[in-house]
């Protein structure tokens, strides 16, 4: 029940396009869900996060989407560029993230290509 | 913009040995945190720090890992006896109240 799933992943897309990482909980305590980029060699950097009350958030080229219902969140990144290349992590936590622990995906590793 | 610091970036450790890794977490929070990632998986709590005590902790810290935070600026994990399954990189994480967590570019241990 702490598990987040994630697909796909790996994800290979042309310049310009959209690359869309899915994930899914099942711990209906869950409240919080960021989603963190890692370059190769450096520690995940927070890319966007949004909390139940609220569908969809979006910053720039990035949107989650959220379905609470179902219990699944998506990123979308919009306009895709090469240094967009990174592996993805979702991640969900209780207590709104107030000094929670995160539960990661596994990871996309995202290809943009030129 | 403050930033988590880890040092060393590279730990190199004979098996059965005692390591310290070390964090300075951004300054004004107050939630402190380590996660460790294997080659190549994904991220993994180990615990959760808060007012001086952890506050949470995984199944992965066992009785051979402690943390500590020794001063105002400083935050410690410490691996007693090494194990060989315990080569990954490290991360350490702070937030404030209500703020996401901040990671560092973590330590890779790499135990021989």
């Known amino acids: 029940q702490q598990q987040v799933k994630q697909s796909p992943q790996s994800l290979i897309v042309q310049k310009g396009g959209i690359s869309i990482i899915n994930c899914a909980y099942e711990?209906?305590?869950?409240?919080?869900f960021p989603w963190y980029q890692q370059f190769p060699g450096k520690g995940p950097a927070l890319l966007i996060a949004i909390r139940p009350d609220v569908s969809e958030k979006k910053e720039g080229r990035f949107t989650i989407s959220f379905n609470k219902s179902a219990k699944q969140f998506s990123l979308h990144i919009m306009d895709s560029q090469p240094g967009d290349s990174a592996t993805y992590f979702c991640a969900a936590s209780g207590r709104q993230g107030y000094g929670q622990n995160f539960v990661f995906g596994p990871g996309t590793r995202l290809s943009v290509l030129p | 913009e403050p930033e988590v610091t880890q040092t060393p970036s590279h730990q190199v450790t004979q098996m059965g040995q005692e390591v310290i890794l070390r964090c300075v977490p951004i300054?004004?929070?107050?939630?402190f945190y380590w996660y460790r990632q294997i080659l190549g998986q994904k991220v993994e709590f180990l615990v959760s720090?808060?007012?001086?005590?952890?506050?949470?902790k995984s199944e992965i810290f066992d009785d051979q890992f402690s943390v500590e935070r020794p001063d105002g600026s400083n935050f410690t994990l410490k691996i007693r006896s090494t194990k060989l399954e315990d080569s990954a990189m490290y991360f350490c994480?702070?937030?404030?109240?209500?703020?996401?967590?901040?990671f560092g570019d973590g330590t890779r241990l790499s135990i021989l």
């Open positions: 720090f808060y007012n001086n005590e952890i506050s949470e």
């Open positions: 711990n209906t305590a869950f409240d919080y």
């Open positions: 300054s004004n929070h107050l939630y």
């Open positions: 994480a702070s937030s404030g109240g209500g703020q996401p967590q901040h």
